[in-house]
């Protein structure tokens, strides 16, 4: 049985590119980049890539660079989109709970939920992590991004997707926060590239700063910064707060 996840994405990709939530690319680019510190040798691993944004924009700069993902809805128009533009990128079906790729990318990056952290269990999220530095060489980089167990203890979440949900976007309905297990369940509601509607009963695992330390921690990264992530404007002066539905993470090997 799949789960809402690989439902949500299997024909979701035009109207995937209209959500609210993808229109930072280019400030974030920006930011990997600077992170980079413009090194155009560098290998990039895009894990979760979707529709290949973060991976485009980053070969039009001029990186190499891999996306994975699990959706061949998403990977199909990442191939098209990177086609319209005469760029070659290695865009690959992966599971990053099972991805055998060792020491071999010099950066991972994995934003706006990309894979993590949707699965079902913490084991199955923690594999993710594990896999990511299994990719990475020695004194490889990882950026991702994960939601902030902080924001939902002051604030619904219902209320904050609901002010940040355009016409036509996905939206969501009968939020629930478990305290005991930090999953946020709610049922999403939208309609499909077909105009099919559709309603997915969907939970992610929000994650406390201290907890995603103690994760990379155990992997052995060396340094680990976190803090707010904000649309399209990462940057290392932005202080996490509670104010923060999601948080950015840089973990050095």
């Known amino acids: 049985m799949k789960q809402w996840y690989e439902l949500l994405f299997e024909n979701y990709s035009g109207k995937y590119e209209n959500e609210c939530f993808v229109k930072g690319t280019v400030g974030e680019c920006d930011f990997i980049e600077k992170e980079a510190n413009y090194n155009k040798s560098l290998k990039i691993l895009d894990i979760g890539c979707g529709t290949g944004r973060h991976s485009i924009e980053l070969k039009k700069r001029g990186y190499s660079v891999t996306g994975i993902d699990l959706s061949d809805s998403m990977l199909k128009r990442a191939k098209e ?113 077909f105009g099919n509607k559709k309603e997915l009963e969907c939970n992610e695992r929000y994650y406390t700063p201290s907890e995603i330390s103690w994760l990379l921690k155990s992997l052995n990264f060396k340094k680990i910064d976190i803090y707010g992530a904000k649309l399209g404007q990462f940057s290392r002066e932005d202080k996490l707060s509670t104010e923060d539905f999601e948080m950015l993470v840089i973990a050095d090997k």
Do not use: W
Not at 152 to 157: A, E, G, N, T
Not at 158 to 163: E, P
């Open 81 to 193: 989109k990177a086609e319209e533009q005469n760029l070659k990128i290695d865009f690959l079906k992966r599971d990053a709970r099972n991805l055998d790729i060792k020491n071999e990318f010099d950066l991972a990056i994995m934003l706006c939920e990309g894979s993590f952290p949707l699965m079902e269990t913490d084991e199955m999220n923690f594999k993710i992590l594990q896999n990511a530095c299994n990719a990475l060489k020695e004194k490889g980089r990882f950026i991702f991004t994960t939601l902030n167990a902080l924001f939902p203890l002051f604030h619904s979440v219902k209320d904050f997707l609901s002010s940040k949900t355009e016409e036509g976007n996905a939206s969501y309905k009968v939020n629930s926060f478990d305290l005991m297990t930090f999953r946020e369940h709610n049922t999403t509601v939208f309609e499909d590239d």
